[in-house]
């Protein structure tokens, strides 16, 4: 599976959302290619906020995203969620 990674701008981090990411990273292993939005092929998004406001969410609505506003969730809810969403959308088409 292929997902973009988006970050806020980070003006108000209330956690290390390049730790977390790292973390869901190496969780997924193999299981999931990692993009940036500027890339072709994702099949999903994931939006990582630095705080609840979550900025980038409103820019990328239409794109149904998996956003992360805190480090609350595991990274292995997080990369089942992730593919959950692209069997989802992939069933979808």
Same mark, same amino acid.
């Given at each position: ?33 990692? @993009?940036? +939005?500027?890339?072709? #092929?994702?099949?999903?998004?994931? *939006? %990582?906020?630095?705080? /609840?406001?979550?900025?980038?969410? &409103? ?6 995203? @998996?956003? +992360?506003?805190?480090? #609350?969730?595991?990274?292995?809810? *997080? %990369?089942?969620?992730? /593919?959950?969403?692209?069997?989802? &959308?992939?069933?979808?088409?």
């Amino acid at each position: 599976m292929k997902v973009a990674v988006k970050y806020c701008g980070g003006c108000d981090p209330i956690y290390d959302r390049v730790e977390l990411v790292q973390r869901i990273k190496s969780e997924a292993g193999e299981s999931i290619e990692w @993009l940036t +939005l500027d890339e072709q #092929g994702y099949e999903a998004i994931l *939006v %990582v906020c630095g705080c /609840l406001k979550a900025c980038p969410e &409103d820019e990328l609505r239409h794109l149904s995203p @998996l956003s +992360l506003k805190y480090d #609350g969730l595991s990274p292995e809810r *997080v %990369v089942a969620q992730l /593919l959950e969403k692209g069997r989802t &959308d992939a069933n979808q088409d």
